[in-house]
């Protein structure tokens, strides 16, 4: 299987009450593991993410399930777990491309003659990352190649990577002023691009498959469940069931078209662009249908004694066919 997974906080900041995370198998588009942990069950809320995902790969190994890919954030936490603990196992685990970007180029450079490359930056991470057969030491040499391309040299003799595959750039297609060799600018970007940890980070980028998925199923857990408002444990857990059915039931809608059966799209103006554009695809409408607390359940997926009634955490985890015995007790 080849699985995405990313933690998400039911409230801003450092004291999150609960912690949820989600896998995803990008193959299917499919959510295939919810789970929530309070924050008293660990030291402190920082060591959630770990736990969670410990708790979603268990029921993986408790049934000979083997996972060949893993794509997760750069938490060193997880990291070193799925090093040590997966690794043996033949998982091959990789850092998302957008969380690299994000967490290192943009934040880190604080330089103003850096202004106008951050999105070449961070295509370049991207293109860096596009190695089908994810080869580290041709994704070191590409990325290792920025430092000299801001500079106008394009010739990097490095065995992988000798020089750029653009053509000449003039007119129209340059539209950034060249850094000049030793300006503050130029080692500046050269500081930031080439510590030696996210060197190493950049080693391990996925070539393939990214958490875009996780983060779209976060963002559908909003119209569940709110930040803003405080849930119960049992109301937390099951609202994040219902999104996932949800989600499950659209994530793969075909493509909307206009009655000459030509494929919609529309222009989108996303906030982290902050005023920039996009095209995307329009989808099909939402389909909304009966909740599946209320669908009728095989009782022998519930446990002796249970109602979907009396208990509706249990009977939205048996429509998902998340096994009994992980689910959680209901709480105050």
């Known amino acids: 299987m080849m699985l995405s997974g990313d933690c998400r906080s039911d409230s801003l900041g450092h004291c999150s009450k609960y912690g949820s995370y989600t896998i995803i198998e990008e193959r299917l588009n499919k959510v295939i593991d919810v789970q929530l942990v309070q924050s008293s069950e660990v030291p402190n809320s920082s060591w959630c993410e770990l736990e969670r995902l410990k708790r979603s790969i268990r029921p993986f190994s408790d049934n000979d399930m083997s996972v060949d890919v893993l794509?997760?954030?750069?938490?060193?936490?997880?990291?070193?777990?799925?090093?040590?603990?997966?690794?043996?196992?033949g998982t091959r685990h990789f850092y998302d491309v957008w969380h690299c970007g994000k967490g290192n180029i943009l934040i880190q450079s604080g330089?103003?003659?850096l202004v106008l490359w951050r999105q070449s930056i961070v295509n370049h991470l991207w293109t860096?990352?596009?190695?089908?057969?994810?080869?580290?030491?041709?994704?070191?040499?590409?990325?290792?190649?920025?430092?000299?391309?801001?500079?106008?040299?394009?010739?990097?003799?490095?065995?992988?990577?000798?020089?750029?595959?653009?053509?000449?750039?003039?007119?129209?297609d340059r539209n950034k002023q060249w850094l000049v060799p030793g300006s503050g600018a130029a080692v500046k970007l050269e500081q930031v691009a080439c510590q030696p940890m996210f060197v190493k980070d950049v080693?391990?980028?996925?070539?393939?498959?990214?958490?875009?998925?996780?983060?779209?199923?976060?963002?559908?857990?909003?119209?569940?469940a709110p930040k803003h408002t405080g849930f119960s444990y049992l109301?937390?857990?099951?609202?994040?069931?219902?999104?996932?059915?949800?989600?499950?039931?659209?994530g793969n809608r075909?493509?909307?078209?206009?009655?000459?059966?030509?494929?919609?799209?529309?222009?989108?103006?996303?906030?982290?662009?902050?005023?920039?554009?996009?095209v995307q695809p329009v989808k099909d409408k939402l389909t909304y249908g009966k909740s599946p607390v209320t669908a009728p359940v095989p009782p022998l997926l519930l446990p002796a004694g249970s109602s979907p009634e009396r208990?509706?955490?249990?009977?939205?985890?048996?429509?998902?066919?998340l096994p009994i015995s992980n689910q959680p007790s209901p709480r105050a």
């Open 235 to 250: 109301g937390m857990y099951t609202k994040l069931l219902l999104a996932a059915l949800h989600y499950n039931s659209n």
């Open 128 to 172: 860096a990352a596009s190695t089908p057969d994810a080869n580290p030491h041709l994704m070191e040499a590409k990325w290792k190649s920025l430092v000299n391309h801001a500079q106008d040299i394009h010739k990097h003799g490095t065995q992988g990577f000798p020089s750029c595959l653009h053509p000449p750039l003039v007119g129209q």
């Open 203 to 224: 080693r391990q980028l996925s070539p393939q498959h990214q958490t875009h998925s996780v983060e779209a199923f976060h963002s559908l857990i909003l119209k569940f």
């Open 111 to 113: 330089c103003e003659d």
């Open 311 to 321: 208990e509706p955490h249990l009977a939205a985890a048996a429509v998902l066919r």
């Open 71 to 89: 794509v997760t954030d750069r938490n060193r936490q997880v990291a070193k777990w799925v090093r040590e603990q997966l690794g043996p196992q």
């Open 254 to 278: 075909d493509m909307a078209r206009t009655k000459a059966g030509v494929d919609r799209y529309a222009a989108r103006y996303p906030r982290f662009k902050k005023g920039g554009w996009s």
